[in-house]
């Protein structure tokens, strides 16, 4: 079964709750929560893993079940994990049996019992989840408000980065856990990774944050699945943004894209004091709402000195006024390599435009340790879509050649990868990097344009960005006039 026929058969099942009334919003939980107990299953009947669940607890308990009964021993054991501690009750919080009508219950243990999950050569949970967002998303005629690193470019990311077994890797914005398991299958596989007691302190080193309760815990599901949790969960619920939450050798990530993240202050009461969009910290060079420039200082706070970085970030990073202080501080205080420039198609959203900086914290020194920013444009007339043509990983071949991560000084110039001085940097306005110079194509020729719905989509981001702008012109003007143009 291959990743295309996986999501459309769990969207199936999920067809089978929706029928049931249960809301969308439970979906993923309501499968998630069955699909969890069979591959648990596997992995100790096929793989000798131990499972972590207790023995009333597991698969073949309610496997043999029907009609009330096995509605009701269910939810027992639901209600059973999520009073477990540690990695067990993370990933059932708070759970309960939603599904009624015993008969489909009967249905959905039946339809995920027929498969073995684990013999799958894809990120299963990754791609169930991310599978039934972008179909409710096609239903409901809206975003899916969240976006997904394609696995060829987790992939290359983690390759070119190189985590070591005995370095810490962090993503503090983990979604399903993508990096994390990147991180884990090639740490496994360095030779000295063989060693049991090594493994237990790779686990313990690898960790993640993500704001929304349901990834959470398909990350929780998903990093113990894998083998890369056991007992304790190293994913957190939380808001990176808030504080500095540790410092590690390795931050592999790609942060939700928009243009705000907003939080609130409770007081000592449980009262909402305030809401807030920009976060104020010490450790931050400039205060701002801007979602992604807040991600890319949390992200430059947290890395160890000699700490290497992979983000993914939009255009808006590398030109946004309000970003100019902390381009300048990115190229002085750390050496700022390698951008790579993403070409569009290749999210959910049709016309993101998002690149991958890659970058090392260095010491202080009174010299600017960027020397050489180089850039890779994988994006212009490069037309990848989602369905038709998505992008594999030969795709980014040359890029990783051309990376050279072995010895980056054996770098060499051709038409997509090019090399600039911190002087020719420094000298542009507000320290712009957003930096092309290839022909784009379609320019002359009509028919390489790209689809309709990615126009519209770049013209809606335009028109959004301008009518933010208004509003903070608005702002600054008497009290009424932020109102004309709501």
């Known amino acids: 079964m291959n990743e295309s026929s996986l999501i459309q058969k769990v969207w199936n099942y999920a067809t089978v709750l929706k029928n049931e009334g249960v809301h969308y919003g ?20 096929r793989l000798g893993e131990p499972s972590a669940l207790p023995e009333d607890c597991r698969w073949s308990v309610i496997r043999d079940y029907q009609g009330e009964a096995l509605a009701a021993r269910y939810g027992k054991i639901l209600s059973k994990l999520s009073r477990e501690d540690g990695l067990i009750g993370a990933i059932f919080l708070k759970a309960q049996n939603e599904i009624q009508d015993p008969a489909k219950l009967r249905r959905l243990v039946t339809l995920i019992g027929e498969e073995t999950w684990l013999g799958l050569d894809i990120d299963t949970k990754g791609a169930i989840y991310e599978g039934l967002l972008e179909r409710n998303a096609a239903e409901v005629k809206s975003g899916a408000g969240q976006y997904f690193t394609p696995r060829p470019l987790i992939d290359v990311m983690t390759a070119v980065i190189d985590p070591q077994p005995e370095e810490s890797v962090h993503d503090p914005a983990c979604g399903t856990g993508g990096f994390l398991l990147a991180t884990w299958e090639r740490m496994k596989a360095n030779p000295r990774a063989k060693d049991r007691r090594l493994q237990q302190r790779m686990r313990a080193r690898l960790s993640g944050v993500d704001i929304v309760p349901d990834v959470v815990r398909l990350c929780a599901m998903n990093m113990y699945l894998h083998g890369a949790a056991r007992s304790e969960s190293m994913i957190d619920r939380a808001d990176a943004l808030i ?126 340790w960027t020397k050489e920013l180089w850039i890779y444009d994988l994006r212009t007339n490069m037309g990848f879509t989602q369905k038709e043509r998505p992008m594999k990983r030969p795709d980014l071949d040359d890029f990783v050649a051309s990376y050279c991560a072995a010895n980056r000084t054996k770098r060499k110039e051709s038409d997509r990868f090019r090399r600039y001085t911190y002087d020719q940097l420094l000298k542009r306005d507000k320290f712009n990097l957003d930096i092309f110079w290839l022909k784009d194509d379609s320019l002359d020729d009509p028919d390489l344009l790209p689809a309709p719905d990615e126009i519209a989509a770049e013209i809606v981001e335009s028109l959004e960005t301008a009518l933010e702008k208004f509003r903070k012109v608005a702002a600054t003007l008497q009290p009424g006039s932020a109102s004309l143009i709501e």
Do not use: W
């Open 26 to 45: 439970a979906y993923i939980s309501q499968i998630s929560f069955l699909l969890f107990l069979k591959m648990d299953d596997e992995a100790a009947t």
């Open 243 to 368: 504080r500095k939450n540790g410092e590690y050798d390795v931050v592999l990530t790609n942060p939700p894209f928009g243009k705000k993240q907003g939080y609130r202050i409770v007081g000592p009461d449980g009262e909402i004091e305030t809401e807030r969009e920009e976060y104020n910290r010490p450790d931050f060079i400039k205060t701002t709402s801007n979602k992604q420039l807040n991600f890319l200082q949390h992200i430059m706070s947290i890395l160890k000195i000699d700490g290497r970085c992979g983000v993914v970030l939009p255009d808006n990073v590398l030109f946004e006024g309000a970003g100019a202080d902390i381009r300048k501080r990115l190229l002085d205080n750390y050496d700022f390599h390698t951008l790579l420039r993403l070409p569009t198609g290749i999210f959910y959203k049709q016309g993101v435009k998002a690149n991958v900086l890659f970058f090392d914290r260095k010491p202080a020194s009174e010299e600017p």
